[in-house]
């Protein structure tokens, strides 16, 4: 028969057995989701537009009429091949502020000036964004080249974007704002609207049914003056 102190290291033992090892099991990191990637790669363009102009800045005052040139077809490049693409679909909202495209709403006027900003044009994004839309046209364009339409037809305006041609120009209406791309074949309407799909999209400023409007004025983007200013980080003050 077991001595009392073996019987009692008997039963410790039984009642706390030893433990069990725990396995770490690896957790698999999760897939980024299509909307993340999407914005992972919008911030990485505006990133590698930054880098560049910085790299043109540089060589700006030796190369003035070369680097206004590069510059030039550089931002209009992102702005229509990588920025605004970017916002197509994104919902509309009267009050709709979002920087982040296909992520809350977007009205008219922050559609025009969050793509400018986010080119790296520095501009007043909320000032301007609530200005009439004349306004946001005079901001980046001298008065003498902006161009008026008092109940005109659309036609006329598309005739003279596609006079002064290809190119990014600001667009006032009535009750909107949006951007005008002209690209040597069609002359597209890029804005977010109520009408049509309800959000961010460019489609074919002829037929777009924004484009109605009793008044219009247009003013065309990416001058030397304004390239430059964007090349030097210059601030873009709204027009009042």
Known sequence: MPSRALALLIALVACNPPATPIVE????PATPTRAELARAAYDANRTA????????????????????????KLVLDAITDELMPAWDGTRWAFYGTTTTPGKGTIACGYYVSTLLEHAGFEVERVKLAQQPSEHIVRTFTAKAQVRRFSNKPASDVIAEVE????GLYVLGLDYHAAMLWNDG???RMCHSSTLGTGGAICEDA?????MESDYRVIGKL???????AWLRGLAFPTYL
Request: no cysteine; aromatic share 0%.
């Open 49 to 72: 537009l930054e880098a560049r102009r910085t790299e043109l800045a540089a060589r700006l005052d030796a190369e003035r009429d070369v680097v206004l040139a590069e510059a030039r």
């Open 185 to 187: 074949e069609t002359v």
């Open 206 to 210: 002829l037929t777009s049914p924004a």
């Open 25 to 28: 099991v690896p957790i698999a």
């Open 163 to 166: 006079r002064q041609g290809e």
């Open 222 to 228: 990416l001058d030397d003056r304004m390239v430059e």
